[in-house]
């Protein structure tokens, strides 16, 4: 199986992070593809950028997903996700929702941790876009900068287990998700130190987009997401230009 | 006043029909500037497009709303909405959304009568977003080209009021929303032949911006329409970087 | 455009302080008629007062509206507004529908601060009754009395800014709504202190009202805003009871 | 126990058929006390006179409920019902409300036959208000006048029979609920040539509203439901007036 | 009138307990009949547990329901209700849902005290299985042990009371219903110290069976609540065999 | 990789087929281990079968699944499974959420064709528990017996086939899930016959159980999903008695 692994965004340092993780979480013989955004922001934060990275992501699933079986889009926005599942037609996963899907087996209530400022209402937006808002019982931000040594390293882990505690003791969160790409990776280690399960994208998306692809279900021809090709643009790149042209 | 009306697609010929229907129904005093896609989808179909739309409107809020009051995204998916608010910082509506909020004040339950085929799905999503879909009590399709003469005009409209008409024997509709552009414009006209009111986007959405911007709200400075500024990009164009990039 | 503001209550002094921020918010060349309630309470506060005040509502349009081309009902409960529309079949809003819908169009999260005792449940049942509840993000109480001089007002405020930074700091609202006559057309002036937009019911009810009488949307003559006509009745006032047997 | 049984229009001749079926759903021991509206409309079929209707059956409750135990207003729209608990703080239930309650207790899915043309719209609304709208499975018009002979009688039941059918076949109906005055007192007869349980307000309500009284909940001294008494009105009937200006 | 009030676990304590409240809350001329469960949890108080005590509910209506005309669940897990319902085809109710519907005719914000640890979670569900879960304000823990004497029962009181007194101030309850056996029957005495009613599961759930008896509606023969009979089964208590056996 | 699969009824025909599927969908490196139940219905078909069904699905779970890594309940009414998360503390799936999380990344309206009589009502309450009742656009049934030759198969896929086209057409579906045993395994061959993905249990639940036992969340120690050991229980198969009993 071939994995597209998508960065939306064009920080190629952001590319290598997700590289090791998704190596890790994904099977041995799985073949990973990485991809780092042609154009955009250099780290996804706010809703233009979001935006932005949604064409990016689009973008890269048509330079790159032909010869892939899935395409996993390491943004923890979900950049782009629906609307790359309409132009490709197999089985897409992004970290937000892949978390969420697996949260739903093990809680009845899910806690968000999200890092970052000012945009848990975004985040709450995408996950109510899922139709799995009713399962979240609160979240709670982590505001601090990007670590840069061990002991901003230790900060930012005190930080979200002290955010964690508070979902479980006041929200009665039975399952954690992390979210954002700064906590990404990080459940595992920080699990043993809470009473719940704790998860986070990339952790829960390589399994599940394994699955996924398994499952092999038909790509749509009828509804939103049968893409219906024959398309015309102008000013994209040749491959999503050509992409979009493509006869079904 | 001095409003932008976008047009996120690259034809130029649906901006004309956008403009004519916009002066039309603003006030005769409000100044209109109009602007057109410079890259994406010829007409805005998918989701694949809907999303490089998004990027669209961005582009052409940070080229052409500098010295405007407020938007208009003449866009009936309204793509990019949220994303051209957070980084304008001005009243944007776009017809979707502006039609809905009419329809919420003339009656309990809207019927939708949408142009298009395949694309049900995705407007009850962009719906639901607003946290508006409970008022929806149904949605009919209309799935003819676009109109290419006088003969085809009446079968396109003779097909809405049907369409129209079981919305209101069937689903008890109190007020019908047309959606898609095609549609857009043609309410006044259809209206009598109806027994509740109907609407579009550009009749509902030039009034209600002009009354956004007399009401003057500040610009966010917390939250998730709070741009931040300073943010850093490449491959964009030097419009949309540098008001990604400004200080703010 | 010749609009009616109604005061369902019975003060005189509160029908001018609403004339007042009317006719501040209401476009130069609209016309304002003003109506006070010829019964029920002093100030509407309770439930039973707000239900006499529907009809005093209703009363006051049969009596006032003939002549208009829209109608704001300037109570804070909206007492009688759909019963309002239908009677009347005339655009129609009131205070708390028109900041809602306005709020809708600049933050995912409203916030209410309410002025009262006691009332925050019926506030939200209105509100709910809107299909608008999922947009809600929080509500805070001002208990204080209605200030009788400077010390008092600057109390008021204060406490109403409190409440406000409140919303925004635990509960991530984007955009904050005064409810309550008390705290009508204050708005303006908090806003600068706070950092996401700020609104009342009069500053977006004016002009909003406005927008729907340009829209110009016909009456229902089905469904349950159409009034069917030709009804009996009997104890209301003369106006009230020549409406509702009028042949439609 | 003595309960006060409103009819909130100001046809003697419906109080009559009300207090038939009521005396026929009370126990044999309890005392019925019957009211008649004093102003407003002669049968409430529209928005504007279930408005009125809320005053009327305010203004009957503070006439004679002093020396009951509990109210049942025996009006389809339940009109004025939170605000006579806000007035009176006794146990206090609406036809439309009981049926529901009752419903819920004998099926997952409830199917609505409503009795009236243009009215379902507002009976959502109406059942939405109490937060039960997820239970109901789908709503059927009977549209037939009122009937004034064997032969119309019998047209109506058949036409009763048919709705409920049609819910139980295409809506996967479990349990029926006849909305409106004229079907009331006909659940009993029409059950058994149907499938499931068929429910109507006076039955359910009748033994309802005793079990509630013989609950014996306190009065509310705090939120929306406690009357607080002291309060200033002009122009309603004497008892109201009293019975709003009374300290607690 | 014959009423089967089940114990679903095997504490006989437990249904000694029941079976004083349910004698004192039932009518004077009603017949009572108590029953324990013969198998599962010596207390039900977790997941397992639960739904082992579902099954236990369903052995003890197959053994006991046969001569009675209704049947209480005294569970407050409502364990096996809808089952019950489907398996004897006559009026039953639980304990949490019998004071979830009084709670929804007293007050429009319903607040929860729950006894136990790690539980809200599973009551919240239960709640949102019957489609109540909007009328909910909020739910606060009592965690104490099953008090031992007088000075442990004054411990619970007290800290049920400040449970409530919490849910009033901050979350604008404005009904209280006690949720688990040890809170059982307390609420008669609790309430005088609070400004609200206060409710729990036999006060509401003995009137209102009573109440369902009366209004006898009929058993259905199609849906999910029509026992199909004929039903092939092993392993289970002889009567709970032969009821599934047996020929509708 | 070790799984438990478990047939909560004691049909050891339905173990066999359901092990053949099971086969068919697990890696080939999975070790399976199926179990049938040894009490409760041959069939499980209706309400009380399905609660007698979670008995024996917590029965199974004590005796087998201590040398397992994870669990999958064959039963599509998930019989059970939350009381067996619980018990087990590791990952569990059940037939019907398994195909319901698959589905959500595949399309936005989830249609359903469900296998049996009057269980529609019950399937819907199963899928609203799981908080993703908005995501279902509709549900048909398909009423024919187990088909017993070459013949009766070919008539139920076309059935099958109708009432996808049906959702498909008319609910504007976007991906299909099979609901019920008999149609288990049926996806794969029906898919190519329709123009949206078409799924069913074990097909998504055996790739999706093996993700979720890689993914290796901890188990819960705080919430309603940790069980707390040490409980008493009587009446019980020795293996489920020693497990509610063992100390955590």
Do not use: Q
Not at 74 to 100: H, M, N
Not at 141 to 163: H, K, M, Q, S, Y
Not at 186 to 204: F, K, Y
Request: with cysteine; proline share 4%.
């Amino acid at each position: 199986m071939r994995l597209l692994v998508i960065n939306s965004n064009t920080s190629v340092s952001v590319t290598e992070r997700v590289a090791e993780a998704a190596r890790r979480f994904a099977a041995s013989d799985t073949e990973l593809v990485f991809a780092t955004g042609s154009f955009g922001a250099s780290v996804i934060a706010t809703r233009a950028e979001d935006a932005i990275g949604a064409h990016s992501t689009l973008d890269l699933v048509a330079r790159h997903a032909g010869d892939c079986d899935g395409v996993m889009i390491a943004v923890s926005y979900d950049s782009g996700l629906r609307a790359a599942r309409e132009l490709i037609g197999k089985p897409t996963l992004a970290l937000t929702e892949a978390s969420l899907l697996a949260a739903l087996t093990l809680g009845s209530r899910t806690g968000l941790v999200i890092w970052g400022h000012g945009v848990t209402s975004l985040y709450l937006e995408v996950i109510d876009s899922y139709g799995l808002g009713s399962r979240i019982c609160g979240a709670r931000r982590v505001d601090l900068p990007i670590p840069d040594g061990p002991l901003a390293e230790r900060r930012l882990n005190e930080a979200t287990l002290a955010a964690a505690r508070d979902l479980i003791e006041k929200e009665e969160a039975e399952v954690i998700v992390l979210v954002g790409a700064v906590l990404s990776g990080r459940s595992i280690d920080l699990e043993p130190h809470l009473t719940v399960p704790v998860l986070d994208g990339l952790r829960c998306g390589m399994p599940m987009l394994e699955a996924m692809v398994r499952i092999a279900p038909r790509t749509a021809t009828s509804g939103s997401y049968a893409f219906p090709g024959g398309r015309e643009s102008s000013g994209l790149s040749v491959e999503l230009s050509e992409r979009l042209a493509r006869v079904r």
